[in-house]
């Protein structure tokens, strides 16, 4: 605790800036905020001064899989002078993901056990956060030191007011510094309302798949409230499955999510998947239909893939694609590579609702490939493979004319009168 409090004032006096005004008055409303609220921040401070507002919270992952992965969307970045701040410890290194529109990565390599990457000056929009890296050998857990900062200034009067969304931060205690001014805020979950839809620990019932197709069944419960990030990880070996990320429109309460890994298709589909199959998985979150667009927003699928099982079908890494089957056909999800390590590739596919899933890839063409487009991948149309052109050698006619044939006689009369006269 007193390494942590010893972090977040050392965070808060370097981000802090010199000619940050000093506040005189501070209030928080509301003072005890749940999960989606947005607090509101409000006071007194020098006249036409900038005020610098710090947010900072800690965060615990358990690393899977020899990396660890913390993930948060939703994350407000208003207009004017701002840093997002990670610092992780007992690591080896750290990569800090953002996606405004495209995702693009910032690294870091550990010393003494600790990294820290720091984001400035971003544009203002809704932003995605993924944090990752490879964790200490042996270490159990890996603890994340959140920040970010932002300038807002005072008025002619000296006031001031700022609002940040918590759809971005976890339950528990985070810090608030507004020029140097410190003050620890509880987030709490929401409570459960009447208009909760589809509650209870659904998802984890009994399967629907046949007993001899299951190879792996894995369940995680999630507390779900209103505007929250809903994350669910997933530690199993032979899952492939690293976690599922939605934001939740509704107050549901605990909501289970299970993934099933299998053996062949899903018999619970009519064909094959397209292509060819990496793994064939079950995937529900809720009561069956709960998660539907009315209850659930992006809902994201983290996966990975083997690298010995791409290289062993000779895959076309580029091709690789979470399907999902739907209405008695199969659709090829967006899915977008987020990394590698030595043993295996990692995406995000972005599904519309939860059912049966393949991961598929394609085997490399050979040839000269034509470009394909994003609508080609969308429509399931194949690159087209064009041959090389191929030159035919020239071939002598068959058939001899006349006239050749006169000119050669000629020709033949003509040397035999030069030997007669010569002899």
């Given at each position: 605790?007193?390494y942590?409090?010893?972090c977040?004032f050392?965070i808060?006096?370097?981000?802090l800036?010199?000619?940050s005004?000093?506040?005189?008055?501070?209030f928080?409303?509301p003072?005890?905020?749940?999960?989606?609220?947005t607090?509101?921040i409000?006071?007194?401070?020098?006249p036409?001064?900038?005020?610098n507002?710090?947010?900072?919270?800690?965060?615990?992952v358990?690393?899977?899989?020899?990396?660890y992965?913390?993930?948060m969307?939703?994350?407000?970045?208003?207009?004017?002078?701002?840093?997002?701040t990670?610092?992780?410890?007992?690591?080896?290194?750290?990569?800090?993901?953002?996606?405004?529109?495209?995702w693009?990565?910032?690294?870091?390599?550990a010393?003494?056990?600790?990294?820290?990457?720091?984001?400035?000056?971003?544009?203002?929009g809704?932003?995605s956060a993924?944090?990752?890296?490879t964790?200490?050998?042996?270490t159990?857990h890996v603890?994340?030191?959140?920040?970010?900062?932002?300038?807002?200034?005072a008025d002619?009067?000296?006031?001031?007011?700022?609002?940040?969304?918590?759809?971005?931060?976890?339950i528990?205690?985070?810090?608030?510094?507004?020029s140097?001014?410190?003050?620890?805020?509880?987030?709490?979950p929401?409570s459960d309302?009447s208009?909760?839809?589809?509650g209870?620990?659904?998802?984890?019932g009994?399967?629907?798949?046949?007993?001899?197709?299951?190879?792996?069944?894995?369940?995680?419960?999630?507390?779900?409230?209103?505007?929250?990030?809903?994350?669910?990880?997933?530690?199993l070996d032979g899952?492939?499955?690293?976690?599922?990320?939605?934001?939740?429109l509704?107050?549901?309460?605990?909501?289970?999510?299970?993934?099933?890994?299998?053996?062949?298709t899903s018999?619970?589909?009519?064909s094959?998947p397209?292509?060819?199959?990496?793994?064939?998985?079950?995937?529900?979150v809720?009561?069956?239909?709960?998660?539907?667009?009315?209850?659930?927003?992006s809902?994201?699928?983290?996966?990975?893939?083997?690298?010995s099982?791409?290289?062993?079908n000779?895959?076309?890494?580029?091709?690789i694609r979470?399907?999902?089957?739907?209405?008695?056909?199969?659709?090829?999800?967006?899915?977008?590579?987020?990394?590698e390590?030595?043993d295996?590739?990692?995406?995000?596919?972005?599904?519309?609702?939860?059912?049966s899933?393949?991961?598929?890839?394609?085997?490399?063409?050979?040839?000269i490939?034509?470009?394909?487009?994003?609508?080609?991948l969308?429509?399931?149309?194949m690159?087209?493979?064009?041959?090389?052109?191929?030159?035919?050698?020239?071939?002598?006619t068959s058939?001899?004319?006349g006239?050749?044939?006169?000119?050669g006689v000629?020709g033949?009369?003509?040397?035999?009168?030069?030997?007669r006269?010569k002899?």
């Amino acid at each position: 605790m007193l390494y942590r409090l010893f972090c977040f004032f050392l965070i808060a006096t370097v981000l802090l800036p010199p000619a940050s005004a000093a506040v005189s008055e501070l209030f928080v409303t509301p003072e005890n905020p749940v999960v989606g609220d947005t607090i509101t921040i409000s006071g007194t401070a020098s006249p036409d001064e900038p005020v610098n507002v710090v947010v900072s919270f800690e965060k615990t992952v358990s690393p899977s899989d020899g990396m660890y992965l913390y993930r948060m969307d939703g994350i407000e970045v208003p207009s004017g002078s701002n840093t997002f701040t990670v610092t992780a410890r007992d690591v080896v290194d750290l990569n800090v993901r953002l996606k405004l529109s495209l995702w693009w990565t910032k690294p870091a390599v550990a010393t003494g056990g600790i990294a820290t990457v720091s984001h400035s000056n971003l544009e203002p929009g809704i932003y995605s956060a993924q944090i990752d890296g490879t964790p200490a050998a042996g270490t159990p857990h890996v603890t994340l030191d959140i920040t970010a900062a932002q300038d807002i200034n005072a008025d002619a009067s000296g006031n001031f007011v700022y609002s940040y969304a918590t759809n971005s931060i976890p339950i528990g205690d985070f810090q608030l510094i507004v020029s140097g001014l410190a003050k620890t805020i509880t987030l709490s979950p929401k409570s459960d309302e009447s208009s909760s839809v589809g509650g209870g620990s659904s998802g984890g019932g009994a399967s629907l798949e046949t007993f001899e197709n299951l190879l792996i069944s894995e369940t995680q419960r999630e507390y779900v409230t209103k505007d929250s990030n809903v994350s669910y990880y997933f530690h199993l070996d032979g899952n492939v499955v690293r976690y599922i990320n939605f934001t939740c429109l509704t107050n549901s309460s605990t909501i289970a999510s299970k993934v099933e890994i299998l053996d062949h298709t899903s018999t619970l589909v009519d064909s094959t998947p397209p292509d060819i199959v990496y793994k064939n998985l079950n995937i529900g979150v809720g009561n069956l239909g709960w998660a539907n667009p009315e209850n659930i927003a992006s809902p994201t699928i983290n996966f990975f893939v083997e690298k010995s099982w791409v290289t062993e079908n000779n895959i076309d890494k580029s091709t690789i694609r979470l399907n999902r089957y739907n209405g008695g056909q199969w659709n090829r999800l967006d899915t977008e590579k987020m990394g590698e390590d030595e043993d295996n590739l990692y995406f995000d596919a972005q599904t519309p609702e939860f059912s049966s899933f393949a991961i598929t890839g394609k085997v490399k063409q050979s040839g000269i490939v034509q470009p394909t487009s994003t609508n080609d991948l969308e429509s399931g149309l194949m690159p087209q493979t064009i041959e090389p052109h191929e030159t035919k050698p020239m071939q002598s006619t068959s058939k001899t004319t006349g006239f050749e044939i006169s000119t050669g006689v000629l020709g033949l009369l003509i040397v035999i009168f030069i030997i007669r006269k010569k002899y």
